[in-house]
């Protein structure tokens, strides 16, 4: 079964302060997506990737910087975070694009922007 | 603009009784419709899928009614347990890399 990993589990910080949120997964999916998930809104798609080196923009970007570094690793970096980010982040991975495939999601990381 | 609804934010049935979950959605090019299921503390994991080209898809107690017509679907779980307490999205997708998510329904079994 695939394993995806999300560090930190849970993160606190300040507003203005610098974020990054690492996912890893151990089974050379190709695509990698990084969700944002609040109470009444599902899940929402920040970024997404479909391989090493490649990035493609969500549903809601801004605020968000992502970058894949290898077919394992997907980070979100937030360089100015705001309390409108406190939010749930789900990081997952498939071998197929979400619209033929099933997705593995990471057990999430819990971010607070005080 | 919400293009995936989920009925209900919440649901409550006993134990034994078949649950409802509906859905709805907006856009006639959507062809994919998964249901993910969350438990707290984890990520969603998919419970069961449909194609648009079918109208009904079945997995052990749990079944997908579709209808294309009417663009609404609804997951029946059949002898609920208390397991099956967790919360279900239903999602949809229309041939790119995304999927869109309904905001949840928040299922509750009652032994």
């Known amino acids: 079964e695939a394993a995806v990993t999300q560090s930190p589990r849970n993160k606190v910080t300040v507003t203005g302060g610098n974020v990054t949120l690492s996912c890893r997964q151990t089974n050379s999916h190709n695509y990698m997506y990084w969700y944002r998930q609040d109470t009444g809104h599902g899940l929402r798609l920040i970024h997404y990737?479909?391989?090493?080196?490649?990035?493609q923009i969500g549903d809601v970007p801004d605020g968000y910087k992502a970058t894949r570094t290898t077919q394992e690793d997907f980070f979100l970096l937030l360089e100015l975070a705001s309390p409108s980010q406190t939010s749930l982040y789900f990081c997952?991975?498939?071998?197929?694009?979400?619209?033929?495939?099933?997705?593995?999601f990471g057990e999430g990381s819990k971010l607070t922007v005080l | 603009q919400q293009q995936v609804r989920q009925s209900s934010q919440s649901l409550t049935v006993w134990e034994g009784e078949t649950a409802i979950l509906n859905c709805s959605y907006e856009n006639s090019a959507f062809d994919y419709f998964p249901w993910y299921q969350q438990f707290p503390g984890e990520g969603p994991a998919l419970l069961i899928a449909i194609r648009s080209v079918s109208d009904k898809k079945e997995d052990g107690r749990f079944t997908i009614f579709f209808n294309k017509r009417e663009k609404n679907l609804s997951l029946h779980i059949k002898d609920s347990q208390p397991g099956d307490s967790a919360t279900y999205f239903c999602?949809?997708?229309?041939?790119?890399?995304?999927?869109?998510w309904g905001s949840g329904t928040k299922l509750i079994i009652k032994p």
């Open positions: 997952a991975s498939s071998e197929r694009g979400a619209n033929t495939g099933q997705l593995y």
């Open positions: 990737s479909y391989g090493a080196g490649n990035l």
């Open positions: 999602a949809a997708s229309g041939g790119n890399y995304q999927l869109i």
